[in-house]
C-alpha cells in the first residue's frame, strides 16, 4: 500500500504519457499551438451565453479573497451577476468594489477566462426578472425555487477592466501523447 502524498509517478498505470514539458519536435510544437487562441470578444460573450458558472472573487474585511460559484450574463460590455442584498458579496463590495471573476466552458475546460474588474453599480431595478431569467437559462425552468421571499434581489453591474482568456479546440487536447515520438 503506497502512503498517502508519496506515491512515484513513473509507476502508475496509464495508457497515455504524462509529460510535464511541451514536445521538443518543432513539428508537434507547430501542431500544439495551432488549436490555441487567445479569447476573442465573440468566444468571451459566448461563455457567458450558456449555462457556465462564474466564480466571483470579492475581498472581505479582513483582506482574504471570498469566492462564490455564480449564474452570470454578459450584456454588452458589462457582466451582471444577482445576488440578494444581505450577501457576503454586497459587504464586501461596499468596502472594496474590485472583483475577480473567472469562468471555464463546462463542455470544453480548455476554454477559460478570468477577468479583473470593478463593480460601478448595484440596482434591485429588474433583480427579480433578471433572476428568472438566470434561472431559465441554468436550470431550465422560469423560477428559482430556492429563494428566500425576504431576500431582495439585486443586480450587480462589473466593468472588466482585465480579461484574459485561453480556447484550445478539443481536437488539440491529446498532443501532448505524441506515440509515434518514441
Do not use: C
Not at 54 to 72: E, I, N, Q, R
Not at 75 to 94: M, Q
Amino acid at each position: 500500500m503506497v502512503e498517502k502524498g508519496n506515491f512515484d509517478k513513473s509507476k502508475m498505470p496509464t495508457s497515455v504519457e504524462i509529460v510535464d514539458v511541451p514536445p521538443d519536435n518543432d513539428s508537434n510544437r507547430q501542431l500544439v499551438s495551432a488549436g490555441v487562441t487567445e479569447l476573442n470578444k465573440d468566444e468571451l460573450y459566448r461563455l457567458f451565453q450558456f449555462r457556465n458558472l462564474a466564480y466571483l472573487s470579492t475581498l472581505s474585511k479582513d483582506g482574504f479573497p471570498h469566492v462564490t460559484p455564480v449564474w452570470a450574463e454578459m450584456v454588452d460590455d458589462l457582466i451582471l451577476i444577482n445576488t440578494f442584498e444581505e450577501s457576503a458579496k454586497i459587504r464586501h463590495i461596499k468596502n472594496d468594489k474590485r472583483i475577480a471573476l473567472s469562468m471555464v466552458e463546462q463542455n470544453n475546460p480548455f476554454n477559460m477566462v478570468s477577468i479583473k474588474g470593478k463593480v460601478i453599480e448595484q440596482t434591485s431595478e429588474g433583480a427579480d426578472e433578471h433572476l428568472k431569467k438566470l434561472a431559465k437559462r441554468y436550470l431550465g425552468i422560469g423560477k428559482y425555487y430556492y429563494r428566500k421571499p425576504p431576500h431582495k434581489r439585486v443586480i450587480l453591474k462589473i466593468k472588466p477592466e482585465k480579461i484574459m482568456g485561453l480556447s484550445i479546440h478539443p481536437a488539440f487536447y491529446f498532443l501532448a501523447y505524441a506515440p509515434w515520438a518514441k
